[in-house]
């Protein structure tokens, strides 16, 4: 096949417009709601509720700061230990930061590439004082729930879910963002519904959705004048925004099984071949599909090493590596990105506790950073940095035509060939 480069780009996951969003916002305007009120606001939060099957939905600027609200309610203090998903974004960590808090990283496992619950358990043996649990829902797959759910019940610790890729995913039959005491949904504009920027807290807990309604819009009191008894951010969703999202969201549906339906093409594109997909519990969970991910098998990886900012690898017949195949990729006009890489090989939180299943697992990744290979036995060290050593995101942007697709999944095997 002679493949030439897309004209125009092939996105990871750009927005998809449907044209009621442009009503909602013109609505919006035309009415004069122009402010952080209005019933575009109203609206996408009633949606959201019932679509996910919770009480309250808080609107807000963003997910990050719908996880902020979200710690600050789980009691989060100066110095206080939370343990959190590795493998993520780092705006699922960042707003324990911002409390004061210390995220402890637990290790990631193979079969969702979500928190590992026997390496949650280690943590909890590890610093039994912990009671505040961050879970992600990586690329849209649900994390092992259940498990994580008894063993923090165990220990009275209060879960906060980070369903900001998850949107409309179940576990067991009921939606991500439904799990813990206090979770987050994104709109960012490549999530799988936009408002081009928004969030959403979602809680069953009628207290806290109006501690958030209040904290969010600078924390007034009910006077006459501007009264402040505590701390105030503002963090209001727009209603302009909320006109996007209103319009935005009868098409989850529809987005899920798009996505759905360019993850099942991948993994029969791939099937013959040394690679895999980001794997879920087909049993118990429907994910919704938001990136499709491959990782490489490792005895199909060619050498490649990267520092902080670089990386170089080996091209071998046979073999290949995410930084070939993104390389690749790129060369044609189509965008990957490489997994996230894990917060305990980020320098900022370098100095954190970081649990794999054995325990402590900071004096074998420490030595890996330093050295920037696998370890002596030539065994990765831990399972989120295995995954982000082999593992790449694909694109998987609902407008990518089935023809598109086909030359990515040939370009993967054009370097694995
Ligand atoms: C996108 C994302 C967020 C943050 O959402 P914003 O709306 O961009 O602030 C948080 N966590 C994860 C895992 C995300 O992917």
Redesign the pocket.
């Known amino acids: 096949m002679n493949i030439k480069p897309f004209e125009s780009k092939v996105w990871l996951s750009s927005p998809t417009m449907h044209g009621e969003e442009l009503e909602y916002v013109k609505e919006a305007y035309e009415t004069n709601w122009m402010s952080t009120v209005g019933a575009n606001i109203n609206e996408s939060e009633r949606i959201v509720c019932e679509k996910v099957g919770c009480n309250y939905a808080v609107a807000l ?7 902020h609200m979200a710690v600050k309610l789980a009691g989060v203090k100066q110095g206080d230990k939370v343990f959190c ?1 590795d493998m ?2 780092d ?2 960590v960042n707003p324990i930061v911002y409390e004061g808090g210390v995220p402890v990283f637990v290790d990631t496992e193979y079969d969702t590439w979500n928190m590992d619950p026997v390496a949650l358990e280690k943590a909890f043996e590890l610093y039994p004082e912990v009671k505040v649990v961050v879970v ?3 690329y849209g797959v649900p994390a092992k729930m259940d498990k994580i759910r008894e063993i923090c019940k165990r220990h009275n610790a209060v879960i906060i879910e ?1 369903a ?2 998850s949107f409309g995913a179940t576990y067991k039959g009921a939606q991500t963002g439904t799990f813990g005491s206090y979770n ?1 949904i ?6 799988i519904i936009t408002g081009s ?3 959403m807290l979602l809680t069953d807990d009628k207290e806290a959705a109006e501690k958030v309604r209040k904290w969010s819009t600078q924390s007034r009191e009910n006077a006459p004048w501007y009264q402040h008894e505590e701390l105030g951010y503002n963090y209001r969703m727009s209603n302009v925004i909320a006109g996007v999202v209103r319009g935005q969201l009868p098409y989850l549906e529809k987005h899920v099984a798009q996505k759905k339906a360019i993850y099942m093409r991948y993994k029969e594109g791939f099937k013959d071949l040394p690679v895999s997909m980001n794997p879920y519990d087909e049993e118990n969970s429907e994910p919704n599909f938001w990136l499709s991910c491959m990782v490489i098998y490792p005895e199909a990886m060619c050498k490649q090493v990267r520092g902080e900012q670089e990386a170089l690898y080996i091209s071998e017949p046979g073999k290949s590596c995410p930084t070939e195949i993104l390389e690749t990729l790129a060369k044609y006009n189509v965008e990957g990105r490489p997994v ?1 890489k894990p917060m305990h090989m980020q320098p900022i939180y370098r100095m954190n506790p970081f649990v794999t299943r054995e325990g402590n697992g900071r004096a074998k990744t420490n030595a890996y950073i330093a050295g920037g290979t696998v370890g002596k036995d030539g065994k990765p060290l831990d399972v989120g940095m295995d995954i982000f050593h082999r593992g790449l995101c694909l694109p998987s942007d609902n407008k990518m035509t089935a023809e598109q697709q086909d030359v990515v999944i040939e370009l993967v095997k054009k370097c694995l060939r």
């Open positions: 600027t963003c997910g990050t700061a719908a996880l998903s993520t974004f705006a699922t992600v829902h990586l980070d900001a890729e987050c994104s709109f960012n504009g490549n999530k920027a928004g969030g996230w």
